[in-house]
């Protein structure tokens, strides 16, 4: 009788590619060519389909492990981090990498750091002792890092960070065309009265302001400096640099459009608007950055933002290295810059005609 049951002891544990190959009638070359990626050429579409159907009958699946070992594989990819994990984009970058590792049959092991520099050196080291296949360094926010001990020998990319010695690969958000792209939101809309509020000296800032410069000088439009105010990153520096753009200033003279450094910048321009009475979007239009979740969308008005592609970010950065894994090659220490989207809501509107 040809039952599973006989062709497997009742007790028996995890299906192998021979109860595959009893179940299908065929041998067990032929089962390894199904699933090693050799069948094309040397099996016909009927019987790859028919092996297809036993292994699915029995839940079978390819042994990662023993595949590796042929392979000199171990099927994983490390992935360290300074202090992503307690960033609200962090689940973001995490998810695009592991899921695109998942779909190349590959596991991620993920270790973060906390910022110290010898943990990062011992996680490396750890991860090469358990022989994975490459590694992924990410930080949490765009930088010059310095390369762990240890990341040099084996296949490895850097997700939004760049190298110290520029010796890897990188993965980055192209923030200079993010500081375009918001420039043209303004512009498409009437702005030509416009000021960036927030940020410092690092790399973004000064990328996010080359851009948004570039975009209004190819329109003529030049920024006064006082309304380019460099007061941080967070909720109380957008409050003060928009009081002191648009307060004691009359409607007429002020700017119309805001570009801000990123989303809490944004939320302290619009609590500053309401504190002078001005209408967001009637009367002044503003631009954030980042898409961050849990805040921009519940703003008022709901915020119009430049979104940092964290997950585009993963995912770009797990296909490299897999790519590298599958070639042996080591890519080439260039840098990817990948788009920031527009994310549109309701902060964002006409020029006052006035």
């Known amino acids: 009788m ?9 007790n028996a544990g995890r299906p192998t590619s021979r109860d595959v190959a009893r179940l299908a009638g065929v041998s067990h070359t032929a089962v390894s060519f199904v699933f090693n990626g050799r069948a094309e050429g040397n099996l016909s579409p009927a019987t790859q389909e028919r092996i297809r159907r036993a292994a699915e009958q029995l839940g079978y699946r390819p042994d990662p492990v023993a595949r590796g070992l042929r392979r000199r594989r171990t099927a994983v990819i490390g992935l360290v981090t300074d202090e992503i994990a307690s960033t609200p984009f ?15 049959d590959h596991l991620v092991l993920t270790v973060d750091s906390g910022g110290d520099a010898a943990k990062e050196d011992a996680a490396v ?3 090469l002792d358990r022989r994975v296949d490459g590694i992924i360094y990410a930080a949490m926010s765009l930088r010059r890092v310095r390369v762990p001990e240890g990341l040099h020998r084996t296949h490895s990319v850097l997700a939004n960070c760049l190298p110290e010695d520029d010796s890897l690969p990188a993965v980055i958000p192209a923030e200079r065309a993010g500081g375009r792209t918001a ?3 303004l512009l498409e809309q009437g702005h030509r009265r416009v000021a960036m509020i927030g940020g410092q000296d690092d790399i973004a800032s000064v990328e996010r302001l080359r851009g948004f410069r570039d ?6 439009i030049t920024v006064p400096k006082e309304w380019v105010p460099r007061t941080g990153g967070e909720i109380s520096g957008g409050h003060e640099g928009a009081l002191r753009v648009l ?4 409607a007429d ?3 119309t459009g805001l570009f801000c450094y990123n989303d809490r910048v944004a939320a302290g321009v619009l609590h500053a608007a309401t504190r002078l009475g001005i209408d967001v979007p009637a009367e002044l239009s503003v631009v954030g950055y980042d898409d961050q979740e849990h805040m921009a969308e519940f703003l008022t008005p709901a915020l119009t933002t430049v979104a940092l592609p964290h997950r585009a970010m993963g995912e770009a950065a797990a296909r490299l290295l897999l790519d590298s894994i599958e070639t042996g090659r080591t890519p080439p220490a260039t840098t990817r810059r990948v788009a920031c989207p527009v994310i549109s809501r309701a902060s964002v509107g006409p020029a006052p005609t006035r």
Do not use: K
Request: charged share 30%.
């Open 183 to 185: 420039a043209r939101l």
């Open 90 to 104: 962090a689940g973001r970058l995490l998810r695009g990498a592991m899921e695109t590792a998942w779909d190349n």
């Open 253 to 255: 003279r002020r700017p």
């Open 2 to 10: 040809g039952s599973t049951e006989e062709t497997r002891p009742a």
């Open 215 to 220: 975009a209004l000088r190819a329109e003529g």
């Open 125 to 127: 080291a750890e991860l």
């Open 247 to 250: 307060g004691n200033t009359p």
